[in-house]
C-alpha cells in the first residue's frame, strides 16, 4: 500500500534555529501533500495544504513566513520552521494524496516530534 | 465539510465488538465518511470509508444510516492493540482532512 515517510522522527534544536522536516510519498506520486500540527493531549490541527510545483496554501493563523512549505517534486515536500521558539515544540505529522488513486483517503507519516530548547 | 459529533472517550473489553458513534446531521449528499485512527505518538491510520452503503474491510465495519446522519465504526474483536483515539470525519472526495476530537477508546484485557 501507499506508504509516507516522515523524517526526522524527533528533533532537539535550539532556540531561534530552523529545522528542515520531509515528507515523502515512497510508492506513489503526490500531487497534493497536507501538513499538521499537533500539541499534547490536542487534535491535529491543519496548517497548510501543498500542490506540486505551486505555493503552499496556508491555513488561518498559520504564518507562511515562520512555517516554509516546499513541494518541489511529486514525491517530496518539506516543512521548514524558521526561527524557532519553545511554543513551536509541537508534532508535525504530514499526509500525502495519491493522484492515481481514487477517493478513499489520504496516506499519513509517522510524524515528528519537535523540541525547541 | 460536514462538522461531527462523537463520544469523548470509550471503554470496550477486549474480544469484544467496540462499536463507535459518529453524528453528521449536516452531510451533504457528496461527502463520503472517513475513519482513521491515531495510536499514541504515531501518524493517523486510515481504517475504512463510505458513501451511503454499508462497508466492511479486514479491520472494521462502517454503518451508516438511511439518512446518512450518523454512522457507527465496528471493530469486530477488539484488541489492546486497538487502544488509540478514533476520528470520524466528513468530507468531500479530494478535500483537506481536518481533524474533530475524536473518541478515545481504551480496550481493557
Known amino acids: 500500500g501507499a506508504v509516507v515517510s516522515q523524517h526526522p522522527s524527533w528533533v532537539i534544536c535550539k532556540s531561534g534555529t530552523s529545522v528542515k522536516i520531509e515528507c515523502r510519498s515512497l510508492d506513489f506520486q503526490a500531487t497534493t501533500m497536507f501538513w499538521y500540527r499537533q500539541f499534547p493531549k490536542q487534535s491535529l490541527m491543519l496548517m497548510a495544504t501543498?500542490?506540486?510545483?505551486?505555493?503552499?496554501?496556508?491555513e488561518q493563523g498559520v504564518e507562511k513566513d515562520k512555517f516554509l512549505i516546499n513541494h518541489a517534486s511529486l514525491t517530496l515536500s518539506t516543512l521548514t520552521v524558521t526561527s524557532a521558539h519553545p511554543e513551536d515544540s509541537s508534532f508535525y505529522i504530514c499526509?500525502?494524496?495519491?493522484?492515481?488513486?481514487?477517493?478513499?483517503?489520504?496516506?499519513f507519516g509517522s510524524g515528528t516530534r519537535l523540541t525547541v530548547v | 465539510d460536514a462538522k461531527t459529533t462523537q463520544p469523548t472517550s470509550m471503554d470496550c473489553a477486549e474480544g469484544r465488538a467496540a462499536n463507535l458513534p459518529c453524528n453528521h446531521s449536516t452531510i451533504s449528499g457528496n461527502e463520503y465518511v472517513y475513519w482513521y485512527r491515531q495510536i499514541h505518538s504515531q501518524g493517523p491510520q486510515y481504517i475504512i470509508h463510505?458513501?451511503?452503503n454499508n462497508e466492511t474491510n479486514e479491520m472494521a465495519s462502517l454503518i451508516i444510516t438511511e439518512d446518512r446522519k450518523s454512522s457507527t465504526l465496528i471493530l469486530p474483536h477488539a484488541t489492546l492493540r486497538d487502544t488509540a483515539v478514533y476520528y470520524c470525519i466528513v468530507r468531500v472526495g479530494y478535500g483537506d482532512m481536518r481533524f474533530g476530537a475524536g473518541t478515545r477508546l481504551t480496550v481493557k484485557p
Open positions: 499526509s500525502a494524496r495519491d493522484g492515481g488513486k481514487s477517493n478513499y483517503g489520504y496516506t
Open positions: 463510505g458513501l451511503k
Open positions: 501543498s500542490n506540486e510545483g505551486s505555493k503552499a496554501t496556508y
